[in-house]
C-alpha cells in the first residue's frame, strides 16, 4: 500500500497512484526496514523538477519496477523542500560517492539510514553507460544479501564523508589554525577586502558580453551582484559596476526574465540568459526583485523598478494563497512539455492580435518565423534596450498573456514554507518602504501575520503548511528568514509589535538550534528527531546558507537591545567560519555580505512623527543599517531621544541629531 496520500508535500501526493510502496521519511518506514531487515531506497526530489517527472514515469509508474523495489527494499519519497535537513545530508553522500549531485537523488541506505550507494537519475534501460534502474536495484539488493560486510563497510566510510562534509567549517578552520596562519579575532575582520576578494574571485568568469559568472548553465546569483554593487561605491571600480550591471542587464533581456507575465525562471541553459529552464520558484523572485531593487536605488535606472514591481505582481498574483500566504513554485512543464506555455509562433501572434499590432508585437519581442528555439519563439528584448513598454506593445502584452493563461498551464506546488515566504515578507516589505505602494505593504503584513500564526503549533515553528495543516519542524533557516521578516515590517510599519516578535524568534533561534560546544548553527533542532549525522551548513547554495542568514538576521536583531549572548553568537559563528572566509570567501557570499555589519552596523532612528524624514531615508540603499521609528520601545535605540528628530549611530558612535532632510542627506551619502 502506498503511504503518501496524506501528505502535504504535493510532490509526494503525485506519488500517491504509483504502485510503488512509498513511506514518507519517519518511524513508520525506519521501523519496517529494521524489522524486515530490509534496506532503504530513499528518492528525494520536489515538485517542479523536471528529470523527476521523467524517473517517475518510467520507473515509479511501472509495476515491474514497482515490484523490485518491494522485494528488495523499503522505498522512502522526500521533498527536498519540506525536509533540507535530509536533503543536504543525503547530498552530502551523493557528492562524496559520485562527485557531483542533482535531483531525482537516489539514495540506498541501511535500515538506519546510513547511506551506502548513491546517483541521480537512472534511466530505465541502460544509456551511455549508466546502469538502468532494475539493474541497479537487484544489484544493490543481492549485495545486501551476499556481501553484508562489504556494505556495510561502505556505509561507514561513506558516513565519515558526509560527516566532514556537513561539518566543514570545522575541519577547514582546524586545518587553517594547524597551518601556523595568524588568527585574526572575527571583531578584527575587515569586511572591505573580503569583498574585494569575493569580486577578485568573480573577474576571471565574468562574461564581459552577456553578464554572469561562468559558463553556461548560467545561475542567477543575486548576492554576487549586490557585491559587485558595494565595491563599487567603496572604490570606484567601474569593472565591479560593470559586472554588477550587466549581469542585471542581459538576465533581465533575456528569456529568464518573463517578459510577458514578470517574473524570473530558475536558471538558463546558455550563456545567452536567452533559453530557460522554465521552473518558477518563490524564492528567485525574492532575492531578485531585491537585488534589481538596490540596483535602481543606486543608479535611478527605470526599467530596474519596472522589473522590481513586475515580479512582485506575479508573485501576488499567481502565487498567492487564499489564506493569505504563498504557495511555492510553478513547473517548467506543461501539459509534458517544457516550456509550450510560454513561447509563440509568429502565426500565433497573428491570430492573438490584431493586424495593427503584430509587427510592433513581433518585433519588439523578437518573434520571428524561424524560431529562437526549437522552431518557436522566447519573447526576449535585445540586451541594452528599453524594457519600459511604449503603449501598443502593452497591449500587445496584455493580450498575449491572457491567450497564454488559456494554455495548459505549468503545475503549481501549492506547500506554503515559512523560510521561502519570510524571504518574500523581507522584500516586500523593504519594496512598499522604497516605493510607498500601500498594496505591496498590506500583503506584506499580512504574510507575515500568517507565519507567526498558522505556521506555530503548540508553540513550535513549523516548516510547511498546505490544506489547513502546518507539519514537519522548522529548520534553523526558517527562523532566521522570519526574524529578518519581522524586521523588515517593523522597518515599514514602524510597529514595535514586529520588533518584539523578531526577538522571540530569535531567541528560539538560539534556544534551538545553538551548538555550544563548536559554535554555529544547527540545522535541525535538539527537539528533532535524531539524524545519522546532525547538520550545520556554512556553504551558501541556491539560497543562503543557515549560518550565513542567521548571522545577518542576528547582526540585524541585535540592534534592538544588544544582548551580549546574541553577539556572543555571532562572534563565535564566524570565528567557526574564519577558514571558509579566508580559503573561499565567495563560497560563503551571504555571510560576507553581513559582515560590514559586525563593526560597522548603522542604526538609523527617527523620533515622532517625521514622514519627510523617513522618506529621505529609504531613499538610499543602506545594507548594513538597521530603520527604526513610529511606535517607540523600551530598547537602546528609541531610550532618553526627544522626538522629530533623525538620529545615524555607526559603530557605537552617533552623529549629531537632525530635522531636515537636506541634512539627513548628507549624513546617509557619508554612510555609502
Given at each position: 500500500m502506498n503511504h503518501l496520500a496524506d501528505e502535504t508535500s504535493p510532490y509526494l501526493r503525485q506519488h500517491a497512484d504509483n504502485p510503488v510502496e512509498w513511506y514518507p521519511w519517519g518511524d513508520d518506514a525506519l521501523s519496517r526496514a529494521q524489522a524486515e531487515d530490509k534496506p532503504i531506497f530513499l528518492s528525494i526530489g520536489y515538485a517542479s523538477c523536471h528529470w523527476c517527472h521523467v524517473m517517475a514515469h518510467e520507473s515509479f509508474e511501472d509495476q515491474a519496477t514497482a515490484d523490485d523495489l518491494s522485494k528488495w527494499f523499503i522505498s522512502v519519497k522526500v521533498d527536498r523542500e519540506e525536509r533540507p535537513?535530509?536533503?543536504?545530508?543525503?547530498?552530502?553522500?551523493?557528492?562524496?560517492?559520485?562527485?557531483?549531485?542533482?535531483?531525482?537523488?537516489?539514495?540506498?541506505?541501511?535500515?538506519?539510514?546510513?547511506?551506502?550507494?548513491?546517483?541521480?537519475?537512472?534511466?530505465?534501460?541502460?544509456?551511455?553507460?549508466?546502469?538502468?534502474?532494475?539493474?541497479?536495484?537487484?544489484?544493490?539488493?543481492?549485495?545486501?544479501?551476499?556481501?553484508?560486510?562489504?556494505?556495510?563497510?561502505?556505509?561507514?566510510?561513506?558516513?565519515?564523508?558526509?560527516?566532514?562534509?556537513?561539518?566543514?567549517?570545522?575541519?577547514?578552520?582546524?586545518?587553517?589554525?594547524?597551518?601556523?596562519?595568524?588568527?585574526?579575532?572575527?571583531?578584527?575582520?575587515?569586511?572591505?577586502?573580503?569583498?574585494?576578494?569575493?569580486?577578485?574571485?568573480?573577474?576571471?568568469?565574468?562574461?564581459?558580453?552577456?553578464?554572469?559568472?561562468?559558463?553556461?548553465?548560467?545561475?542567477?546569483?543575486?548576492?554576487?551582484?549586490?557585491?559587485?554593487?558595494?565595491?563599487?561605491?567603496?572604490?570606484?571600480?567601474?569593472?565591479?559596476?560593470?559586472?554588477?550591471?550587466?549581469?542585471?542587464?542581459?538576465?533581465?533581456?533575456?528569456?529568464?526574465?518573463?517578459?510577458?507575465?514578470?517574473?524570473?525562471?530558475?536558471?538558463?541553459?546558455?550563456?545567452?540568459?536567452?533559453?530557460?529552464?522554465?521552473?518558477?520558484?518563490?524564492?528567485?523572485?525574492?532575492?531578485?526583485?531585491?537585488?534589481?531593487?538596490?540596483?535602481?536605488?543606486?543608479?535611478?535606472?527605470?526599467?530596474?523598478?519596472?522589473?522590481?514591481?513586475?515580479?512582485?505582481?506575479?508573485?501576488?498574483?499567481?502565487?498567492?494563497?487564499?489564506?493569505?500566504?504563498?504557495?511555492?513554485?510553478?513547473?517548467?512543464?506543461?501539459?509534458?512539455?517544457?516550456?509550450?506555455?510560454?513561447?509563440?509562433?509568429?502565426?500565433?501572434?497573428?491570430?492573438?492580435?490584431p493586424a495593427h499590432l503584430v509587427s510592433p508585437a513581433a518585433e519588439w519581442y523578437g518573434i520571428t518565423e524561424g524560431g529562437n528555439w526549437e522552431g518557436r519563439s522566447i519573447p526576449v528584448r535585445p540586451v541594452g534596450t528599453p524594457l519600459r513598454r511604449p503603449a501598443p506593445i502593452e497591449e500587445a502584452r496584455s493580450l498575449l498573456a491572457a491567450v497564454r493563461a488559456k494554455r495548459f498551464q505549468p503545475a503549481r506546488d501549492e506547500k506554503v514554507l515559512t523560510e521561502w515566504n519570510a524571504m518574500m515578507v523581507a522584500t516586500l516589505a523593504e519594496v512598499a518602504g522604497v516605493t510607498g505602494l500601500t498594496h505591496y505593504a498590506q500583503r506584506a503584513e499580512e504574510i507575515g501575520e500568517f507565519l507567526m500564526s498558522s505556521m506555530y503549533q503548540d508553540g513550535r515553528l513549523m516548516r510547511s503548511w498546505q490544506g489547513g495543516r502546518a507539519r514537519h519542524l522548522a529548520v534553523a533557516a526558517d527562523h532566521a528568514w522570519l526574524v529578518e521578516a519581522c524586521l523588515r515590517l517593523s522597518e515599514l510599519t514602524g510597529k514595535e509589535l514586529w520588533r518584539s516578535r523578531a526577538l522571540q524568534v530569535a531567541s528560539e533561534l538560539l534556544t534551538l538550534f545553538w551548538d555550544a560546544e563548536s559554535g554555529g548553527f544547527f540545522t535541525t533542532g535538539h527537539d528533532a528527531e535524531a539524524l545519522v549525522v546532525r547538520p550545520k551548513e556554512f556553504l551558501d547554495g541556491a539560497l543562503p546558507s543557515t549560518n550565513s542568514i542567521a548571522v545577518t538576521a542576528?547582526?540585524?536583531?541585535?540592534?534592538?537591545?544588544?544582548?551580549?549572548?546574541?553577539?556572543?553568537?555571532?562572534?563565535?559563528?564566524?570565528?567557526?567560519?574564519?577558514?571558509?572566509?579566508?580559503?573561499?570567501?565567495?563560497?560563503?557570499?551571504d555571510m560576507v555580505a553581513a559582515l560590514p555589519m559586525l563593526s560597522g552596523r548603522q542604526e538609523i532612528v527617527i523620533t515622532g512623527d517625521r514622514p519627510d524624514l523617513l522618506a529621505e531615508v529609504r531613499r538610499h540603499?543602506?545594507?548594513?543599517?538597521?530603520?527604526?521609528?513610529?511606535?517607540?520601545?523600551?530598547?537602546?535605540?528609541?531610550?532618553?531621544?526627544?522626538?522629530?528628530?533623525?538620529?545615524i549611530c555607526r559603530g557605537y558612535t552617533c552623529h549629531a541629531p537632525v530635522d531636515d532632510p537636506t541634512t539627513l542627506s548628507a549624513q546617509l551619502e557619508a554612510l555609502h
Open positions: 535537513d535530509l536533503d543536504s545530508l543525503y547530498m552530502a553522500a551523493t557528492q562524496a560517492l559520485t562527485g557531483s549531485g542533482g535531483w531525482p537523488m537516489s539514495v540506498f541506505c541501511t535500515p538506519d539510514g546510513r547511506p551506502f550507494y548513491a546517483g541521480t537519475y537512472f534511466p530505465p534501460e541502460e544509456r551511455h553507460g549508466v546502469p538502468s534502474f532494475r539493474r541497479v536495484i537487484e544489484a544493490l539488493g543481492t549485495a545486501w544479501l551476499t556481501e553484508r560486510e562489504q556494505v556495510m563497510a561502505q556505509a561507514d566510510a561513506l558516513l565519515d564523508a558526509v560527516r566532514r562534509e556537513v561539518h566543514l567549517a570545522e575541519s577547514v578552520t582546524e586545518r587553517f589554525k594547524q597551518s601556523g596562519a595568524p588568527q585574526v579575532p572575527a571583531a578584527d575582520i575587515d569586511p572591505d577586502a573580503i569583498i574585494e576578494q569575493v569580486v577578485a574571485g568573480l573577474a576571471p568568469g565574468f562574461d564581459p558580453t552577456w553578464g554572469g559568472f561562468g559558463p553556461a548553465p548560467k545561475f542567477p546569483r543575486p548576492t554576487m551582484v549586490e557585491l559587485c554593487l558595494r565595491h563599487h561605491r567603496q572604490s570606484g571600480s567601474e569593472r565591479s559596476r560593470q559586472m554588477a550591471l550587466t549581469t542585471l542587464d542581459a538576465m533581465a533581456a533575456g528569456g529568464l526574465y518573463d517578459h510577458l507575465t514578470g517574473g524570473f525562471c530558475r536558471y538558463s541553459t546558455d550563456a545567452h540568459w536567452l533559453v530557460p529552464h522554465f521552473e518558477k520558484m518563490l524564492t528567485d523572485q525574492a532575492q531578485l526583485a531585491r537585488a534589481y531593487l538596490h540596483a535602481w536605488q543606486e543608479t535611478g535606472h527605470e526599467d530596474y523598478l519596472g522589473i522590481v514591481t513586475e515580479t512582485i505582481d506575479f508573485v501576488l498574483r499567481d502565487l498567492s494563497t487564499p489564506e493569505g500566504a504563498l504557495y511555492s513554485s510553478f513547473d517548467a512543464d506543461a501539459g509534458g512539455v517544457e516550456g509550450s506555455h510560454a513561447t509563440f509562433t509568429l502565426d500565433e501572434l497573428r491570430q492573438a492580435l542576528l547582526l540585524r536583531v541585535n540592534a534592538l537591545n544588544d544582548d551580549p549572548i546574541v553577539r556572543d553568537a555571532i562572534e563565535r559563528t564566524i570565528t567557526l567560519a574564519l577558514g571558509l572566509l579566508t580559503e573561499h570567501p565567495g563560497a560563503l557570499a540603499w543602506l545594507p548594513a543599517a538597521v530603520i527604526a521609528w513610529g511606535e517607540a520601545d523600551h530598547g537602546p535605540l528609541f531610550n532618553e531621544r526627544p522626538g522629530g528628530l533623525a538620529f
